[in-house]
Protein backbone atom coordinates (compact mmCIF):
# COMPACT_ATOMS: atom_id res chain seq x y z
CA UNK A 1 0.00 0.00 0.00
CA UNK A 2 1.35 3.14 -0.71
CA UNK A 3 4.96 1.83 -2.16
CA UNK A 4 4.66 4.88 -5.28
CA UNK A 5 4.27 7.59 -3.23
CA UNK A 6 5.92 9.80 -0.97
CA UNK A 7 3.05 11.23 0.99
CA UNK A 8 -0.58 9.92 0.61
CA UNK A 9 -3.86 11.53 2.08
CA UNK A 10 -6.80 10.06 4.29
CA UNK A 11 -9.85 12.32 3.78
CA UNK A 12 -13.48 12.94 4.01
CA UNK A 13 -16.35 14.35 3.18
CA UNK A 14 -17.20 15.65 6.67
CA UNK A 15 -15.75 19.04 6.37
CA UNK A 16 -15.97 22.27 3.67
CA UNK A 17 -12.92 23.48 2.62
CA UNK A 18 -10.45 24.57 1.76
CA UNK A 19 -11.35 27.49 3.60
CA UNK A 20 -7.92 29.07 3.25
CA UNK A 21 -5.16 28.32 0.65
CA UNK A 22 -3.61 24.98 1.48
CA UNK A 23 -0.44 26.21 0.38
CA UNK A 24 -0.65 27.60 4.01
CA UNK A 25 -1.10 24.16 5.38
CA UNK A 26 1.52 22.50 3.25
CA UNK A 27 3.68 24.88 3.72
CA UNK A 28 3.66 24.48 7.40
CA UNK A 29 3.80 21.21 7.58
CA UNK A 30 6.96 20.40 5.47
CA UNK A 31 8.80 22.16 7.71
CA UNK A 32 7.85 19.67 10.47
CA UNK A 33 9.78 15.97 10.78
CA UNK A 34 7.25 13.50 10.97
CA UNK A 35 5.56 9.80 9.73
CA UNK A 36 2.17 11.19 9.66
CA UNK A 37 0.16 14.71 10.27
CA UNK A 38 -3.41 16.39 10.65
CA UNK A 39 -4.88 19.42 10.57
CA UNK A 40 -6.64 19.29 14.18
CA UNK A 41 -6.86 16.74 16.92
CA UNK A 42 -9.05 15.08 19.77
CA UNK A 43 -7.40 15.67 22.99
CA UNK A 44 -7.27 12.33 25.77
CA UNK A 45 -10.53 12.62 27.55
CA UNK A 46 -11.45 10.66 30.22
CA UNK A 47 -13.95 9.22 30.65
CA UNK A 48 -14.36 8.12 26.76
CA UNK A 49 -17.72 9.42 25.85
CA UNK A 50 -18.03 6.78 23.42
CA UNK A 51 -17.79 3.89 25.83
CA UNK A 52 -18.39 5.77 29.58
CA UNK A 53 -15.29 4.19 30.43
CA UNK A 54 -11.75 4.12 29.94
CA UNK A 55 -10.10 6.70 28.12
CA UNK A 56 -10.70 8.29 24.72
CA UNK A 57 -6.65 8.71 23.75
CA UNK A 58 -5.68 11.95 22.05
CA UNK A 59 -5.82 11.51 18.04
CA UNK A 60 -5.75 13.46 15.12
CA UNK A 61 -9.22 13.85 13.60
CA UNK A 62 -9.56 11.40 10.87
CA UNK A 63 -11.44 14.16 8.29
CA UNK A 64 -7.39 14.62 7.17
CA UNK A 65 -4.74 13.22 7.40
CA UNK A 66 -1.47 12.75 5.92
CA UNK A 67 1.04 9.81 5.63
CA UNK A 68 4.27 9.95 4.48
CA UNK A 69 6.66 7.16 2.94
CA UNK A 70 8.40 5.12 6.05
CA UNK A 71 4.95 4.60 7.51
CA UNK A 72 3.43 4.07 4.18
CA UNK A 73 5.69 1.62 3.90
CA UNK A 74 5.84 0.08 6.62
CA UNK A 75 4.10 -3.44 7.14
CA UNK A 76 2.09 -2.41 10.53
CA UNK A 77 0.44 0.22 8.37
CA UNK A 78 -0.92 -2.59 5.84
CA UNK A 79 -1.74 -5.28 8.23
CA UNK A 80 -3.64 -2.12 10.05
CA UNK A 81 -6.00 -1.87 6.87
CA UNK A 82 -6.44 -5.57 6.49
CA UNK A 83 -7.65 -5.74 10.24
CA UNK A 84 -10.24 -2.87 10.01
CA UNK A 85 -13.50 -4.26 9.42
CA UNK A 86 -15.92 -1.74 8.73
CA UNK A 87 -18.57 -1.04 11.21
CA UNK A 88 -22.40 0.08 10.52
CA UNK A 89 -22.48 2.71 12.95
CA UNK A 90 -21.10 6.13 13.38
CA UNK A 91 -20.07 5.75 17.00
CA UNK A 92 -18.67 2.27 16.04
CA UNK A 93 -16.45 3.49 13.09
CA UNK A 94 -14.84 5.66 15.58
CA UNK A 95 -14.28 3.25 17.87
CA UNK A 96 -13.03 0.83 15.42
CA UNK A 97 -10.33 3.46 13.75
CA UNK A 98 -10.46 7.05 14.37
CA UNK A 99 -9.67 7.27 18.20
CA UNK A 100 -7.14 4.14 17.90
CA UNK A 101 -5.03 5.16 15.11
CA UNK A 102 -3.20 7.70 16.40
CA UNK A 103 -2.33 6.13 19.59
CA UNK A 104 -1.43 2.68 17.43
CA UNK A 105 1.10 3.95 15.53
CA UNK A 106 2.86 6.43 18.02
CA UNK A 107 3.40 3.31 20.61
CA UNK A 108 5.09 1.57 17.12
CA UNK A 109 7.40 4.50 17.14
CA UNK A 110 5.82 6.59 14.19
CA UNK A 111 6.22 10.15 14.76
CA UNK A 112 2.85 12.39 14.24
CA UNK A 113 1.94 15.89 14.39
CA UNK A 114 -0.86 18.51 13.76
CA UNK A 115 -0.91 21.52 12.45
CA UNK A 116 -3.21 23.22 14.89
CA UNK A 117 -2.19 22.19 18.84
CA UNK A 118 -5.13 20.97 20.55
CA UNK A 119 -3.67 22.16 23.66
CA UNK A 120 -4.39 25.98 22.70
CA UNK A 121 -7.74 25.75 22.92
CA UNK A 122 -10.12 24.95 26.01
CA UNK A 123 -11.88 22.37 24.63
CA UNK A 124 -11.42 18.03 23.95
CA UNK A 125 -12.89 18.52 20.41
CA UNK A 126 -11.34 22.19 18.98
CA UNK A 127 -12.09 21.61 15.27
CA UNK A 128 -15.80 21.45 16.69
CA UNK A 129 -16.71 22.45 20.09
CA UNK A 130 -13.54 25.96 19.27
CA UNK A 131 -14.52 25.91 15.69
CA UNK A 132 -13.99 30.13 15.24
CA UNK A 133 -10.98 30.05 17.40
CA UNK A 134 -9.57 27.66 15.19
CA UNK A 135 -10.51 29.23 12.08
CA UNK A 136 -8.64 32.97 13.41
CA UNK A 137 -5.73 30.53 13.41
CA UNK A 138 -6.03 29.79 9.46
CA UNK A 139 -8.14 26.35 10.42
CA UNK A 140 -8.93 25.50 6.46
CA UNK A 141 -11.54 23.09 7.24
CA UNK A 142 -15.28 23.95 8.81
CA UNK A 143 -16.80 20.68 10.10
CA UNK A 144 -20.35 19.99 8.52
CA UNK A 145 -21.71 18.89 12.03
CA UNK A 146 -21.66 22.55 13.28
CA UNK A 147 -25.05 23.04 11.19
CA UNK A 148 -26.46 19.87 11.82
CA UNK A 149 -25.49 18.74 15.41
CA UNK A 150 -28.13 19.06 18.49
CA UNK A 151 -28.15 22.26 19.39
CA UNK A 152 -28.53 21.78 22.73
CA UNK A 153 -25.05 20.32 22.58
CA UNK A 154 -23.68 23.10 20.74
CA UNK A 155 -25.11 25.28 23.41
CA UNK A 156 -24.11 23.14 26.35
CA UNK A 157 -20.40 24.31 25.06
CA UNK A 158 -21.15 27.73 24.15
CA UNK A 159 -19.70 26.65 20.45
CA UNK A 160 -20.33 29.98 18.24
CA UNK A 161 -21.43 29.02 14.95
CA UNK A 162 -22.14 32.05 13.77
CA UNK A 163 -18.86 33.71 14.83
CA UNK A 164 -17.52 30.64 12.99
CA UNK A 165 -19.56 31.59 9.76
CA UNK A 166 -18.72 35.17 9.51
CA UNK A 167 -14.87 34.57 9.80
CA UNK A 168 -15.41 32.27 7.01
CA UNK A 169 -17.34 34.90 5.24
CA UNK A 170 -15.12 37.90 5.97
CA UNK A 171 -11.75 36.92 6.26
CA UNK A 172 -11.32 34.37 3.38
CA UNK A 173 -12.80 34.01 -0.28
CA UNK A 174 -14.32 31.06 -0.05
CA UNK A 175 -17.66 30.47 -1.16
CA UNK A 176 -20.43 30.87 1.36
CA UNK A 177 -23.16 29.37 -1.17
CA UNK A 178 -21.17 25.82 -1.07
CA UNK A 179 -21.88 26.09 2.63
CA UNK A 180 -25.76 26.70 2.44
CA UNK A 181 -26.68 24.18 -0.69
CA UNK A 182 -24.82 21.76 1.26
CA UNK A 183 -25.84 22.27 4.47
CA UNK A 184 -29.71 22.97 3.57
CA UNK A 185 -29.27 18.59 2.12
CA UNK A 186 -28.46 17.22 5.12
CA UNK A 187 -29.95 19.64 8.32
CA UNK A 188 -32.72 19.36 9.86
CA UNK A 189 -34.08 22.90 9.47
CA UNK A 190 -34.57 23.77 13.20
CA UNK A 191 -31.35 22.75 14.21
CA UNK A 192 -30.12 24.56 10.89
CA UNK A 193 -31.76 27.73 11.86
CA UNK A 194 -30.99 27.82 15.41
CA UNK A 195 -27.23 26.35 15.03
CA UNK A 196 -26.44 29.30 12.63
CA UNK A 197 -28.44 31.87 13.57
CA UNK A 198 -30.89 32.03 10.35
CA UNK A 199 -32.57 34.71 11.68
CA UNK A 200 -32.25 38.55 10.87
CA UNK A 201 -33.52 41.39 13.00
CA UNK A 202 -33.68 44.58 10.42
CA UNK A 203 -33.33 48.16 11.44
CA UNK A 204 -36.31 50.90 9.89
CA UNK A 205 -33.33 52.24 8.15
CA UNK A 206 -31.17 50.58 5.35
CA UNK A 207 -28.16 49.14 6.58
CA UNK A 208 -26.21 49.34 2.60
CA UNK A 209 -27.50 53.02 2.45
CA UNK A 210 -25.63 53.37 -0.75
CA UNK A 211 -26.03 50.04 -2.31
CA UNK A 212 -27.85 49.55 -5.52
CA UNK A 213 -31.56 49.16 -5.54
CA UNK A 214 -31.02 46.33 -8.35
CA UNK A 215 -33.48 43.90 -6.86
CA UNK A 216 -35.10 42.55 -9.43
CA UNK A 217 -38.85 41.76 -10.21
CA UNK A 218 -40.94 42.24 -7.50
CA UNK A 219 -44.23 41.19 -7.00
CA UNK A 220 -47.35 41.51 -4.00
CA UNK A 221 -49.45 38.41 -4.23
CA UNK A 222 -52.24 39.13 -2.05
CA UNK A 223 -55.69 37.64 -0.76
CA UNK A 224 -58.59 39.77 -0.69
CA UNK A 225 -61.72 38.66 0.99
CA UNK A 226 -61.97 41.74 3.15
CA UNK A 227 -62.16 44.62 1.08
CA UNK A 228 -62.29 46.85 4.01
CA UNK A 229 -58.62 46.00 4.29
CA UNK A 230 -57.35 46.72 0.90
CA UNK A 231 -55.80 50.19 1.46
CA UNK A 232 -54.05 48.49 4.71
CA UNK A 233 -52.59 45.93 2.27
CA UNK A 234 -51.42 48.89 -0.31
CA UNK A 235 -49.91 50.97 2.39
CA UNK A 236 -47.35 48.00 3.06
CA UNK A 237 -46.75 47.91 -0.24
CA UNK A 238 -46.16 52.20 0.20
CA UNK A 239 -42.97 50.35 2.04
CA UNK A 240 -41.63 48.49 -0.83
CA UNK A 241 -39.22 51.20 -2.27
CA UNK A 242 -39.19 50.20 -5.95
CA UNK A 243 -41.84 49.62 -8.41
CA UNK A 244 -43.73 46.40 -7.93
CA UNK A 245 -47.01 44.26 -9.55
CA UNK A 246 -50.03 43.94 -7.33
CA UNK A 247 -51.17 40.77 -7.26
CA UNK A 248 -54.58 40.14 -5.54
CA UNK A 249 -57.13 37.27 -6.11
CA UNK A 250 -61.04 37.88 -4.52
CA UNK A 251 -63.91 36.21 -4.50
CA UNK A 252 -66.21 38.46 -6.24
CA UNK A 253 -66.49 40.55 -9.48
CA UNK A 254 -67.52 43.89 -7.04
CA UNK A 255 -64.40 43.18 -4.73
CA UNK A 256 -62.06 43.08 -8.18
CA UNK A 257 -63.17 46.42 -9.57
CA UNK A 258 -63.12 48.02 -6.00
CA UNK A 259 -58.99 46.36 -5.45
CA UNK A 260 -58.31 47.91 -9.36
CA UNK A 261 -59.28 51.18 -8.10
CA UNK A 262 -57.35 51.18 -4.80
CA UNK A 263 -54.08 49.74 -6.36
CA UNK A 264 -54.90 52.17 -9.71
CA UNK A 265 -53.86 55.46 -6.91
CA UNK A 266 -50.44 54.01 -5.54
CA UNK A 267 -47.57 55.43 -7.67
CA UNK A 268 -45.67 52.40 -6.90
CA UNK A 269 -47.61 49.65 -7.91
CA UNK A 270 -46.43 49.15 -11.76
CA UNK A 271 -48.79 46.97 -12.86
CA UNK A 272 -52.29 45.27 -11.22
CA UNK A 273 -53.53 42.09 -11.59
CA UNK A 274 -56.93 40.78 -10.00
CA UNK A 275 -58.35 37.71 -10.62
CA UNK A 276 -61.73 36.20 -8.77
CA UNK A 277 -61.38 33.06 -7.91
CA UNK A 278 -63.22 29.62 -9.31
CA UNK A 279 -64.66 27.97 -5.91
CA UNK A 280 -64.60 29.52 -2.35
CA UNK A 281 -63.16 26.59 -1.09
CA UNK A 282 -59.40 26.91 0.95
CA UNK A 283 -59.41 30.30 1.54
CA UNK A 284 -55.72 32.19 0.71
CA UNK A 285 -53.98 28.63 0.17
CA UNK A 286 -56.16 27.72 -2.74
CA UNK A 287 -56.10 31.24 -4.26
CA UNK A 288 -52.17 31.27 -4.72
CA UNK A 289 -51.90 27.98 -5.98
CA UNK A 290 -54.59 27.66 -7.86
CA UNK A 291 -55.56 31.11 -8.94
CA UNK A 292 -51.73 32.09 -9.54
CA UNK A 293 -50.20 28.93 -10.45
CA UNK A 294 -49.34 30.15 -13.74
CA UNK A 295 -47.72 33.50 -12.79
CA UNK A 296 -45.11 31.63 -10.19
CA UNK A 297 -44.63 29.11 -12.67
CA UNK A 298 -43.25 30.88 -15.43
CA UNK A 299 -40.17 33.41 -15.29
CA UNK A 300 -42.63 36.41 -14.21
CA UNK A 301 -41.09 37.14 -11.23
CA UNK A 302 -38.03 36.99 -9.00
CA UNK A 303 -39.01 37.66 -5.48
CA UNK A 304 -43.01 37.62 -4.33
CA UNK A 305 -44.29 39.10 -0.80
CA UNK A 306 -47.21 36.65 0.07
CA UNK A 307 -49.77 38.41 2.07
CA UNK A 308 -53.51 37.96 2.54
CA UNK A 309 -56.67 40.28 4.79
CA UNK A 310 -56.30 38.39 8.22
CA UNK A 311 -58.54 38.85 10.73
CA UNK A 312 -58.93 35.81 12.48
CA UNK A 313 -62.63 36.44 13.75
CA UNK A 314 -62.80 33.36 15.68
CA UNK A 315 -60.44 34.98 18.39
CA UNK A 316 -60.79 38.10 20.29
CA UNK A 317 -59.23 41.44 19.36
CA UNK A 318 -56.17 41.48 20.75
CA UNK A 319 -55.08 38.31 20.02
CA UNK A 320 -56.40 38.67 16.36
CA UNK A 321 -54.08 42.17 16.19
CA UNK A 322 -51.05 40.71 17.37
CA UNK A 323 -51.16 37.75 15.40
CA UNK A 324 -51.41 40.35 12.22
CA UNK A 325 -49.10 42.82 13.06
CA UNK A 326 -46.66 40.22 13.63
CA UNK A 327 -47.02 39.63 9.99
CA UNK A 328 -47.39 42.76 8.36
CA UNK A 329 -44.54 44.28 10.52
CA UNK A 330 -41.80 41.25 10.34
CA UNK A 331 -42.37 41.96 6.40
CA UNK A 332 -42.63 45.34 5.32
CA UNK A 333 -42.63 47.35 8.28
CA UNK A 334 -41.06 50.10 6.27
CA UNK A 335 -38.86 51.21 3.31
CA UNK A 336 -35.65 50.81 4.73
CA UNK A 337 -36.68 47.48 6.44
CA UNK A 338 -38.23 46.30 3.58
CA UNK A 339 -34.93 47.58 1.72
CA UNK A 340 -32.90 45.12 4.04
CA UNK A 341 -35.23 42.25 3.47
CA UNK A 342 -34.33 42.76 -0.41
CA UNK A 343 -30.78 43.14 -0.40
CA UNK A 344 -30.82 39.96 2.20
CA UNK A 345 -32.41 37.95 -0.76
CA UNK A 346 -29.96 39.87 -3.45
CA UNK A 347 -26.91 39.14 -1.47
CA UNK A 348 -28.17 35.38 -0.82
CA UNK A 349 -28.97 33.39 -3.78
CA UNK A 350 -29.15 30.15 -1.33
CA UNK A 351 -32.06 31.84 0.36
CA UNK A 352 -35.46 30.65 -1.04
CA UNK A 353 -37.97 31.88 2.24
CA UNK A 354 -38.25 34.23 4.42
CA UNK A 355 -40.62 34.02 7.18
CA UNK A 356 -41.65 35.80 10.49
CA UNK A 357 -40.58 34.21 13.33
CA UNK A 358 -42.77 31.69 14.69
CA UNK A 359 -45.90 34.14 16.54
CA UNK A 360 -45.70 32.62 20.24
CA UNK A 361 -47.01 35.96 21.94
CA UNK A 362 -49.67 34.14 23.71
CA UNK A 363 -50.36 31.36 21.31
CA UNK A 364 -48.94 28.01 22.23
CA UNK A 365 -46.93 27.05 19.26
CA UNK A 366 -43.44 26.37 20.56
CA UNK A 367 -43.43 23.13 20.93
CA UNK A 368 -46.48 22.35 20.07
CA UNK A 369 -46.55 24.04 16.29
CA UNK A 370 -47.63 20.82 14.65
CA UNK A 371 -51.22 21.30 16.03
CA UNK A 372 -53.65 18.60 14.17
CA UNK A 373 -51.28 19.06 10.91
CA UNK A 374 -48.20 16.58 11.06
CA UNK A 375 -49.57 13.51 9.30
CA UNK A 376 -51.40 15.95 6.67
CA UNK A 377 -48.25 17.58 5.80
CA UNK A 378 -46.10 14.33 5.77
CA UNK A 379 -48.95 13.18 3.18
CA UNK A 380 -48.63 16.39 1.00
CA UNK A 381 -44.96 16.07 1.05
CA UNK A 382 -45.16 12.55 -0.41
CA UNK A 383 -48.10 13.56 -3.12
CA UNK A 384 -45.94 16.50 -4.55
CA UNK A 385 -42.59 14.59 -4.09
CA UNK A 386 -40.67 16.30 -2.06
CA UNK A 387 -38.35 14.67 0.66
CA UNK A 388 -38.19 16.55 3.81
CA UNK A 389 -36.80 15.52 7.38
CA UNK A 390 -39.24 17.09 9.55
CA UNK A 391 -38.71 18.54 12.92
CA UNK A 392 -40.22 16.90 15.60
CA UNK A 393 -42.30 19.26 17.88
CA UNK A 394 -41.89 23.19 15.91
CA UNK A 395 -41.32 22.88 11.95
CA UNK A 396 -39.63 26.00 10.53
CA UNK A 397 -43.18 27.27 9.16
CA UNK A 398 -44.76 30.11 7.02
CA UNK A 399 -47.31 30.72 9.84
CA UNK A 400 -50.01 32.74 9.63
CA UNK A 401 -49.30 31.93 5.23
CA UNK A 402 -47.46 35.36 4.87
CA UNK A 403 -43.90 35.17 3.38
CA UNK A 404 -41.41 35.96 0.49
CA UNK A 405 -40.27 33.49 -1.32
CA UNK A 406 -38.26 33.52 -4.69
CA UNK A 407 -40.68 30.97 -6.79
CA UNK A 408 -37.97 28.89 -8.12
CA UNK A 409 -37.60 27.68 -4.75
CA UNK A 410 -41.46 26.43 -4.29
CA UNK A 411 -41.73 25.68 -8.06
CA UNK A 412 -42.92 21.97 -6.56
CA UNK A 413 -45.78 23.56 -4.79
CA UNK A 414 -47.15 25.49 -7.83
CA UNK A 415 -46.17 22.31 -10.26
CA UNK A 416 -48.62 20.02 -8.55
CA UNK A 417 -52.11 20.43 -10.25
CA UNK A 418 -54.32 21.32 -7.37
CA UNK A 419 -57.78 21.23 -7.96
CA UNK A 420 -60.31 23.28 -5.29
CA UNK A 421 -62.02 19.74 -4.05
CA UNK A 422 -58.54 19.51 -2.48
CA UNK A 423 -59.10 22.04 0.05
CA UNK A 424 -61.56 21.90 2.61
CA UNK A 425 -64.85 24.06 1.72
CA UNK A 426 -66.86 26.27 4.06
CA UNK A 427 -67.21 26.94 6.77
CA UNK A 428 -63.29 26.05 6.91
CA UNK A 429 -62.28 23.83 9.84
CA UNK A 430 -60.25 25.91 12.59
CA UNK A 431 -57.17 23.32 12.31
CA UNK A 432 -55.94 20.00 10.21
CA UNK A 433 -56.98 20.91 6.74
CA UNK A 434 -54.55 21.11 3.90
CA UNK A 435 -54.29 24.91 3.95
CA UNK A 436 -52.58 24.24 7.73
CA UNK A 437 -50.42 21.59 6.30
CA UNK A 438 -48.75 23.70 3.25
CA UNK A 439 -48.42 26.33 5.53
CA UNK A 440 -45.94 24.38 7.34
CA UNK A 441 -44.45 22.86 4.46
CA UNK A 442 -43.41 25.67 2.23
CA UNK A 443 -39.94 26.03 4.17
CA UNK A 444 -39.64 21.95 3.49
CA UNK A 445 -40.57 22.82 -0.02
CA UNK A 446 -37.64 25.19 -0.51
CA UNK A 447 -35.39 22.67 1.43
CA UNK A 448 -36.00 20.31 -1.10
CA UNK A 449 -35.00 22.39 -3.99
CA UNK A 450 -31.74 23.49 -1.99
CA UNK A 451 -32.90 26.51 -0.54
CA UNK A 452 -32.56 27.82 2.95
CA UNK A 453 -35.27 29.87 5.08
CA UNK A 454 -34.85 33.17 6.89
CA UNK A 455 -36.59 34.52 10.17
CA UNK A 456 -37.03 38.12 10.14
CA UNK A 457 -38.02 40.61 12.50
CA UNK A 458 -38.27 44.39 12.95
CA UNK A 459 -36.64 45.39 15.91
CA UNK A 460 -39.70 46.67 18.16
CA UNK A 461 -41.11 42.78 17.65
CA UNK A 462 -37.80 41.67 18.32
CA UNK A 463 -37.72 43.07 21.55
CA UNK A 464 -40.95 42.69 22.70
CA UNK A 465 -40.79 38.51 21.78
CA UNK A 466 -37.73 38.23 23.40
CA UNK A 467 -38.66 39.59 26.77
CA UNK A 468 -41.51 38.03 26.48
CA UNK A 469 -39.41 34.63 25.37
CA UNK A 470 -37.01 35.26 28.61
CA UNK A 471 -39.44 35.92 30.89
CA UNK A 472 -41.76 32.47 30.18
CA UNK A 473 -38.60 30.50 29.80
CA UNK A 474 -37.15 31.50 33.07
CA UNK A 475 -40.53 30.77 34.95
CA UNK A 476 -41.27 27.57 33.27
CA UNK A 477 -36.96 25.84 34.30
CA UNK A 478 -37.58 27.74 37.54
CA UNK A 479 -39.47 24.81 38.95
CA UNK A 480 -37.09 22.36 37.57
CA UNK A 481 -34.75 20.65 39.37
CA UNK A 482 -31.46 22.16 38.28
CA UNK A 483 -30.27 24.90 36.11
CA UNK A 484 -28.83 22.75 33.32
CA UNK A 485 -30.59 22.85 30.05
CA UNK A 486 -29.78 19.53 28.96
CA UNK A 487 -30.37 17.84 32.45
CA UNK A 488 -34.28 19.78 32.72
CA UNK A 489 -34.92 18.63 28.89
CA UNK A 490 -33.98 15.04 29.73
CA UNK A 491 -36.02 14.98 33.25
CA UNK A 492 -39.07 15.91 31.17
CA UNK A 493 -38.85 13.62 28.38
CA UNK A 494 -38.35 11.35 30.78
CA UNK A 495 -41.79 11.91 32.87
CA UNK A 496 -43.49 12.55 29.09
CA UNK A 497 -42.29 8.99 28.56
CA UNK A 498 -44.28 8.16 31.56
CA UNK A 499 -47.47 9.59 30.81
CA UNK A 500 -46.76 12.26 33.10
CA UNK A 501 -47.30 9.22 36.32
CA UNK A 502 -45.49 9.88 39.13
CA UNK A 503 -44.42 6.53 40.42
CA UNK A 504 -47.24 5.67 43.02
CA UNK A 505 -50.11 6.76 40.33
CA UNK A 506 -52.60 3.57 39.90
CA UNK A 507 -52.22 2.41 36.59
CA UNK A 508 -56.14 3.05 36.21
CA UNK A 509 -55.77 6.16 37.05
CA UNK A 510 -57.53 8.99 34.80
CA UNK A 511 -55.36 12.74 35.67
CA UNK A 512 -51.84 12.82 35.26
CA UNK A 513 -50.02 14.78 37.99
CA UNK A 514 -48.83 17.88 37.79
CA UNK A 515 -44.99 19.01 39.01
CA UNK A 516 -45.83 19.99 42.69
CA UNK A 517 -46.79 16.00 42.98
CA UNK A 518 -43.44 14.92 41.09
CA UNK A 519 -41.81 17.40 43.77
CA UNK A 520 -44.04 15.61 46.58
CA UNK A 521 -43.03 12.50 45.34
CA UNK A 522 -39.31 13.07 45.29
CA UNK A 523 -38.98 14.87 48.80
CA UNK A 524 -41.28 11.94 50.07
CA UNK A 525 -38.43 9.21 48.97
CA UNK A 526 -35.66 11.42 50.11
CA UNK A 527 -37.17 11.66 53.51
CA UNK A 528 -37.84 7.57 53.36
CA UNK A 529 -34.13 7.35 52.63
CA UNK A 530 -32.64 9.60 55.16
CA UNK A 531 -35.22 7.67 57.86
CA UNK A 532 -33.81 4.50 56.91
CA UNK A 533 -30.06 5.61 57.35
CA UNK A 534 -30.21 7.87 60.41
CA UNK A 535 -33.63 6.88 62.01
CA UNK A 536 -37.18 8.47 61.94
CA UNK A 537 -36.86 12.28 61.24
CA UNK A 538 -39.38 14.87 63.89
CA UNK A 539 -37.96 12.30 66.34
CA UNK A 540 -35.07 13.09 69.16
CA UNK A 541 -33.49 16.08 67.12
CA UNK A 542 -30.38 17.33 67.59
CA UNK A 543 -30.16 20.60 69.51
Known sequence: ???????????????????????????????????????????????????????????????????????????AFRRYWKAIQGKATYEAAILEHESVFTD???????????????????????ALLDAD?????????????????????????????????????????????????????????????????????????????DGPKNWGRIAVCAHVFYPDMVDELLDLGENIPCQYDFIATTETEEKKK???????????????????????????????????????????????????????????????????????????????????????????????????????????????????????????????????????YTPVGAFGSMFWFRPNALRKLFAHEWVWEDFEAEPYPLDGTLGHAIERLVSYVAQDAGYTTQQILCRRLAEWNFGVLEYKLQKLTSVLPNANFSAQADFLHHWKMANYRSRDMPLGARTAPMMPQAWRDFLQACRRSLAYRFGRLGKNPIV
Open 1 to 75: MGRGYDEVLLVNHTCYGPIFPFDELFGEMEKRDCDFWGVTAHKEITPNPLTGKGTLAYHLNSNFIAIRSRMLRAG
Open 104 to 126: HFRRLGFVCECYLDAARYGTHYP
Open 133 to 209: ETLTDRNPLLKRRLLFQEPSHLEEYSVDVPRALDIVKNTSDYDMELIWRNAVRAAPLRALTTNAALTSVFPDTRINA
Open 258 to 392: LIEVAAGRRSNVRRTIVRVVERNRGRDMSALLISCRDLFLEDHYDLVCRLHSKKTPHLHTGRSNVFKRHMFQNLLNSPGYTANVLDMFRDSPWMGVAVPSIIQMSYGTLGHAWGANRQRTVEVAERIGIQAQFDP
